[in-house]
């Protein structure tokens, strides 16, 4: 079963516009992990966030962590045509050497 | 090799056939992880490798489905006696650590689509 639930699944916004999508998830963790799946191709890695951790930052990549909530956002801010892609958040599995993907935003940005 | 290398890309099975997918992690790269995608929807787990000791093999759909990795580097999923049901994209995903792989990024490859026709 997959720990993460993203929602929205699908968003499709102008170039420049900021993006947000939200993960939720059921039971305590480790840390949080988003990846970026382009059409066609594997998973890449944008961020990892550790339970201790309530924000961190890459680049144009905002995530957030409420372990109270269970749940995480992440904010691709002044989006580009190149951010089209799914994004998946990813939570370990307490007791288990594994990563549990939820199942995916789909962000399109239109040129 | 620069990324996670998987073979082949493509494979198109009739109901019934063996197939055999191949991942070529990252050189040096301790941990392997078998996912299976389907259209849609987020990556399954399916088994762990730490080396060559496969320390995890829980997501395994079936005891159709088998995986190794006998020198802990290169490892293959068979599939035995395909089905319908079993097509997807099977990803591999390698990792550096030797402690909690979860705890890092794992690096992916592009996966193998399979269509079991």
Redesign the interface.
């Known amino acids: 079963s ?1 720990q ?1 639930e993203e929602d929205p699944q699908a968003l499709s916004i102008q170039e420049g516009e900021n993006a947000t999508m939200n993960c939720s998830y059921k039971t305590s963790i ?2 949080l ?1 988003w ?1 970026r799946q382009n059409s ?6 944008l961020i ?1 966030i550790r339970s201790n951790e309530r924000e961190k930052h890459s680049g144009r990549l905002r995530v957030t962590l409420d372990t109270s909530k269970k749940s995480s956002s992440l904010l691709i801010t002044a989006s580009r045509a190149a951010d089209t892609a799914s994004y ?1 958040c990813a939570t ?2 307490p007791g ?9 935003n789909q962000v399109v940005v239109i040129p | 090799g620069a990324g996670v290398s998987q073979s082949p890309r493509y494979k198109v099975a009739k109901r019934g056939q063996d197939v055999a997918l191949r991942c070529d992690p990252i050189s040096g790269h301790v941990s392997l992880f078998w996912y299976q995608q389907a259209l849609g929807q987020g990556p399954e787990f399916l088994t762990y490798f730490q080396n060559e000791a496969q320390l995890d093999k829980s997501g395994l759909p079936s005891d159709r489905f088998f995986a190794e990795r006998p020198e802990g580097s290169v490892s293959t999923l068979k599939i035995q006696r395909t089905q319908q049901e079993d097509s997807a994209v099977y990803l591999c995903a390698s990792s550096l650590v030797t402690g909690d792989p979860t705890n890092e990024k794992l690096f992916f490859g592009s996966g193998t689509q399979l269509s079991v026709l």
């Open positions: 997959q993460g480790n840390n992990q990846y066609g191709r594997g998973l890449v890695h990892l998946f370990d599995a288990n050497n594994r990563l549990a993907f939820g199942k995916g």
